[in-house]
Each structure stands twice: as structure tokens, then as C-alpha cells.
């Protein structure tokens, strides 16, 4: 089956920092790759995605993440974070089976924490 | 903007207990789930549904069981509560099956407590 990997379970950084958060897919088909965000009390919302082409991405405030195909990699980055960027962040993979894919798995979640 | 509705923010239940949870959507959507949400555990697909009196597990069934009587319900069905099924439950729904490519709208979620 295929599985998620998310290493940092939770990322403190301070304003203006750069971020990173790691993700790493298990599976060696071709899969299409999401980043879900959850602000504190609000629901699940889609930050990004990618499904072809080029593997850089850049999605809604600022976020990109890059697909390294030979790493199983869709790390998320954004250059300089801010206080309202707190939130829990999930990486997802659907994995297609002839052409039609499968429902979402998710990782089990980093919570980035920005200081002011 | 699609919208999908949880019927409740907080249940609380008692051990043996059969809880109803309702999840509706407006937009059409021929895909459904539900998910679990646990610290550390991220989310877990519970079931889900591609048409209407169609369901399918998702990877942690065991204690539940799900209806699509209606394209636009979902509902989640605990038939015996259980202390380890506290936990936050997430309802999603997306666009038809040849087109999951398309994102998946989540509902607010309902924090379900077992006592």
C-alpha cells in the first residue's frame, strides 16, 4: 500500500525565516501530489498541487513545492514566512491506476508554529 | 463556492451507543469520504463513495459502516461506539471520478468524544 511521510511533526520558525517541510511518497507509479493546509479552526484547504510538468509549483501566499521524482520528494517552501502562516500542513498522494485515480492518502501532518 | 456541511461540530456519546454522523454537500459532487483525523496519525480514510448507493473502504472500516441514499448525503454510521473511535471526523467531497484530479472540499469537521 501506499504510504506518506512526514518527518517534521512540528517546525517552529521565527518570522522572515525560510521554510521547508519535508515529504516523501512510497509509491513507484505515477501519482499526483498535494499540499493541504489547516488554519487553526478552519476546515482542510488546498495549497497546491501537481499532477504534470514542471515540477516546481507555486500555490496560493507564496508556497511552492518541487517534485523530485528520484527522491519520491514534494517538499513545500516558501522563502520568508509570517506570523499567519501558522497552521497544520498535510502532504497527499493519489496514485493513478489505469488512468483513473485513486482516492488521497494523506501523511500524518507538521504543525509550523511562526513566532512574532 | 462549494460548501459541505457537517451536521454537528461536537458529539459527545456513550460506549455502545449508535451515532449518526451527516455530512452534505452542494455542489454536485459525485465523490464523497470520510476521514479520521488523530494527532501524529494525520488522516485516515474511513469510506468512501463514488455514486449514490455506492461505497467502498477506505483503509480503517472496522466500526463503521456508511449510506449514500442521496447524491449530496454521506453519512457515517458507528454501530457500537467505542472509547478508541474519539476523534475528529472530516467529510470531503470532489468531483466526478474520471476528474479526481480535482481537489477535495472539506467540511469543518466533528469532534466526536466517546465516554
Known amino acids: 500500500a501506499q504510504s506518506v511521510s512526514q518527518h517534521n511533526h512540528h517546525v517552529i520558525l521565527s518570522e522572515a525565516a525560510s521554510l521547508e517541510l519535508g515529504c516523501n511518497y512510497s509509491y513507484g507509479g505515477t501519482v499526483n501530489l498535494f499540499w493541504y493546509v489547516q488554519y487553526p479552526g478552519q476546515h482542510l484547504q488546498l495549497l497546491l498541487k501537481y499532477f504534470s510538468g514542471d515540477p516546481l509549483v507555486k500555490g496560493i501566499k507564496g508556497f511552492e513545492a518541487e517534485f523530485i521524482k528520484s527522491k519520491f520528494s514534494f517538499n513545500l517552501r516558501k522563502p520568508s514566512v509570517q506570523w499567519s502562516d501558522t497552521a497544520e500542513y498535510f502532504c497527499a498522494v493519489t496514485l493513478l491506476l489505469a488512468g483513473s485515480a485513486r482516492q488521497l492518502t494523506f501523511g500524518s501532518g507538521t504543525q509550523l508554529t511562526v513566532l512574532p | 463556492d462549494v460548501k459541505v456541511t457537517q451536521s454537528s461540530r461536537y458529539l459527545v456519546k456513550r460506549t455502545g451507543e449508535k451515532v449518526f454522523l451527516e455530512c452534505v454537500q452542494d455542489?454536485?459532487?459525485?465523490?464523497m469520504f470520510w476521514y479520521r483525523q488523530d494527532p501524529g496519525l494525520g488522516l485516515r480514510l474511513i469510506y468512501f463513495s463514488y455514486d449514490v448507493k455506492m461505497k467502498e473502504k477506505g483503509d480503517i472500516p472496522e466500526g463503521y459502516s456508511v449510506s449514500r441514499e442521496k447524491k449530496e448525503r454521506f453519512s457515517l454510521i458507528l454501530e457500537s461506539a467505542s472509547t478508541n473511535q474519539t476523534s475528529m471526523y472530516l467529510c470531503?467531497?470532489?468531483?466526478?471520478?474520471?476528474?479526481?484530479?480535482?481537489?477535495?472540499?472539506f467540511g469543518n469537521g466533528t469532534r466526536l468524544t466517546v465516554t
Open positions: 470531503a467531497s470532489g468531483r466526478d471520478r474520471s476528474s479526481y484530479n480535482s481537489p477535495l472540499h
Open positions: 455542489m454536485d459532487h459525485e465523490n
